[in-house]
Nanobody
Framework: QVQLVESGGGLVQPGGSLRLSCVASGFTFRLYAMSWYRQAPGKERELVATITLARMTNYADSVKGRFTISRDNTKNTVYLQMDSMKPEDTAVYYC????????WGQGTQVTVSS
């Protein structure tokens, strides 16, 4: 069955960096776009970044120039490198794949605080 397993969340100070990873299984990873979403307390889940099978990327305006999405098809893994982090980046981050159904990871907590 399809599984998406995130890791790499944690506590970081403003201006710091984190790298999230999402390992996918149960489908042909290289044939699908992958995305990262996030959900802050009391807010709706929002799209952060997407990478296509051709490695084209797009980002939410709030993270452009600070976050980088990438993928390693040999490892069935999508990454989110987060730099120059701000307190407003605090959220649960989810990996997402749109196959015949929508699939979500379990989420990983990211907290930006001094």
């Amino acid at each position: 069955q399809v599984q998406l397993v995130e890791s790499g969340g944690g506590l970081v100070q403003p201006g710091g960096s984190l790298r999230l990873s999402c390992v996918a299984s149960g489908f042909t990873f290289r044939l699908y776009a992958m995305s990262w979403y996030r959900q802050a307390p009391g807010k709706e889940r929002e799209l952060v970044a997407t990478i296509t099978l051709a490695r084209m990327t797009n980002y939410a305006d709030s993270v452009k120039g600070r976050f980088t999405i990438s993928r390693d098809n040999t490892k069935n893994t999508v990454y989110l490198q987060m730099d120059s982090m701000k307190p407003e980046d605090t959220a649960v981050y989810y990996c997402f794949a749109k196959l015949s159904y929508n699939y979500w990871g379990q989420g990983t907590q990211v907290t930006v605080s001094s």
